[in-house]
């Protein structure tokens, strides 16, 4: 898919660890690991504008469309 899921490398600079992102987010740790490594179908805006709002970070830094 030429959607790729940048969440791994936005929570290393922020140096904050899936489990604790997972809590703030209100979420399993399983669904995390789901999102972090792109095999999502789906991502809610309501997720996404969480995970922006508790990363400090735009949606461009976690999501990038690279052509195939």
Do not use: W
Not at 37 to 56: E, M, P, Y
């Amino acid at each position: 898919m030429p959607i790729v899921v940048n969440l791994d490398v936005v929570m290393a600079q922020r140096k904050i660890r899936s489990k604790d992102l997972a809590e703030k987010l209100g979420i399993t740790e399983a669904n995390l690991s789901i999102l972090k490594t792109g095999k999502a179908k789906a991502v809610r805006f309501s997720t996404l504008d969480a995970i922006c709002n508790v990363l400090d970070c735009q949606p461009g830094d976690i999501l990038e469309y690279r052509k195939q």
